[in-house]
T-cell receptor, first 111, second 116 residues
């Protein structure tokens, strides 16, 4: 019940295209859903986050779509750039401020 | 704001020795910090919750005698890997919630531990 499933495992997108990463969860007690971006050898950096009472949140080129009834949420990266090439993790927050992470998506944006 | 600093960024040690990793919240206080472990190309796994002024709470399967956690102040938590073995080689990352109510977790830049 604590799992967060993430797909795809890897993704190749052309420059200017849209990158879409999906996550699904089971635990309805999760109350906050952040996305993190991680470059090799670095810690994860908070990208964007959403609460379950909101269906969509947009910050610049990054949008989270949240479907509470389906227990799914996704990250859309518009106008993807080579600098966006990184590993992306979705996460869900449970009790005690603990985060459960998805398995990660390795994104490569090609020229 | 909400910067988490981790030191060292990498360390190499010999089997049987102990290694200490520091995690500091630079511009805010953190009564709670979290320690994660990440193997290459894998996700982050929570090891333990560090609590200022009290004992750390460990996740199932994490040996508390091997991974000693001390939350000495409101801005410092340390993780000591005792009697390290090659299988302890990993990327260790700490995190802390920012200093405001319901703030998200902010992560340090991690420590790459290699045990030879």
């Amino acid at each position: 019940q604590q799992q967060v499933k993430q797909s795809p495992q890897s993704l190749i997108v052309q420059k200017g295209g849209i990158s879409i990463i999906n996550c699904a969860y089971e635990n309805t007690a999760f109350d906050y859903f952040p996305w993190y971006q991680q470059f090799p050898g670095k810690g994860p950096a908070l990208l964007i986050a959403i609460r379950p009472d909101v269906s969509e949140k947009k910050e610049g080129r990054f949008t989270i779509s949240f479907n509470k009834s389906a227990k799914q949420f996704s990250l859309h990266i518009m106008d993807s750039q080579p600098g966006d090439s990184a590993t992306y993790f979705c996460a869900a927050r449970g009790g005690g401020n603990k985060l459960t992470f998805g398995t990660g998506t390795q994104l490569k944006v090609e020229l | 704001g909400a910067v988490v600093s981790q030191h060292p960024s990498w360390v190499i040690c010999k089997s049987g020795t102990s290694v200490k990793i520091e995690c500091r919240s630079l511009d805010f206080q953190a009564t709670t910090m979290f320690w994660y472990r990440q193997f290459p190309k894998q996700s982050l796994m929570l090891m333990a919750t560090s609590n200022e002024g009290s004992k750390a709470t460990y996740e199932q399967g994490v040996e508390k005698d091997k991974f000693l956690i001390n939350h000495a102040s409101l801005t410092l938590s340390t993780l000591t890997v005792t009697s390290a073995h090659p299988e302890d080689s990993s990327f260790y990352i700490c995190s802390a919630p920012g200093g405001w109510y319901n703030s998200p977790l902010h992560f340090g830049n991690g420590t790459r531990l290699t045990v030879t």
